[in-house]
């Protein structure tokens, strides 16, 4: 069963100009996993247009449109990236007959392959369910290296819930990953909110050792105390994955999302800890996730993941 599509040049789309000057007008779009080898820096995009774990988790479907949507914003965003930087499309991941297991076992066996071909990868969800299958990429690509993989999730969920009749959804992530790799499970959640987190899974982030600050104390105000906490964090590991869930944004700023809230935290601190962490030289990988464009209003989430993805690249990447 053939999971991968080829990546769609008509997604990239955005103002003409003379000189190349727009995303649209450096990315390349690579047929059949062809990794590339060329110098240089290399950002490798891959979509994941799945819902299958948002339905299993109860939630709102529409994120199987939000590949092409990010594609579409970050293709207009004027390009500010390295000179000796290439911006390579690799396409989608697909979910056939909701068959989510196939599609992770793909995506884990991809993120390690633009590893080990020396890409950058930037994930576009779909459902935080990629969180599972991009976590298991990485953590099987750093094994044999002895490296400690820290994840860090922007986020009003801890996705630590149990699976459901076995089976892992959009909520069960990172309980997953702790489950797969207990010896080198390293979690930073920011922004979770109590009111959509039950004690039960306050009781479940302890038992699994998961660092996290609450909705309350992500605030521009107390940014000394969460900057005392990211470095702290930071410290402790090797690498960095960070996974940016839309819905931790406050719908103000986020309508388009599986689980909107009027509660989340503002761009202005999630831009701050990306600056942050960008600093530390250890993140290897990224992915934007649960952009709803069915619940969309103005594009104005497409609009935000696309600027968290130019913002961070443009920090790690130069």
Not at 92 to 97: A, E, N, Q, R
Request: hydrophobic share 35%; net charge neutral; glycine share 8%.
């Amino acid at each position: 069963m053939n999971l991968h599509h080829n990546p769609n040049s008509d997604a990239w789309t955005g103002r003409k100009s003379e000189q190349p000057e727009y995303w649209h007008q450096f990315v390349e779009c690579i047929s059949d996993l062809n990794f590339s080898q060329a110098n240089g820096k290399k950002i490798g995009i891959l979509g994941y247009p799945g819902e299958e774990g948002v339905k299993r988790n109860q939630g709102r479907p529409g994120t199987k449109d939000a590949p092409d949507q990010i594609r579409k914003f970050l293709g207009s965003t004027a390009h500010h990236l390295a000179d000796n930087s290439h911006i390579l499309d690799y396409g989608d991941i697909l979910t056939k007959d909701s068959d989510l297991e196939s599609s992770q076992e793909k995506i884990a066996e991809t993120v390690q392959n633009l590893l080990r071909n020396k890409h950058f990868p930037v994930l576009l969800g779909g459902g935080h369910d990629l969180a599972y299958a991009h976590g298991k990429g990485l953590l099987n690509y750093l094994a044999p290296k002895e490296e400690k993989l820290g994840i860090i999730n922007l986020d009003a969920h801890f996705d630590l819930r149990p699976k459901v009749n076995g089976k892992g959804h959009s909520g069960s992530p990172f309980s997953q990953l702790y489950e797969e790799y207990p010896d080198q499970f390293r979690y930073l959640a920011l922004g979770i909110q109590r009111a959509a987190n039950p004690k039960s899974l306050f009781q479940t982030a302890k038992e699994k050792n998961a660092n996290y600050l609450v909705m309350e104390q992500f605030r521009l105000q107390n940014w000394e105390y969460i900057e005392e906490q990211i470095i702290w964090f930071l410290d402790s590991v090797n690498k960095v994955y960070l996974t940016i869930d839309l819905d931790g944004f406050a719908s103000a700023f986020a309508p388009g999302v599986s689980a909107s809230s009027p509660m989340g935290f503002s761009p202005q601190i999630a831009f701050k800890v990306f600056e942050l962490i960008a600093k530390s030289k250890k993140m290897i990988s990224l992915d934007v996730v649960e952009l709803n464009p069915r619940f969309d209003q103005d594009n104005a989430t497409a609009r935000l993941a696309a600027r968290c993805i130019e913002y961070i690249l443009r920090k790690v990447v130069g």
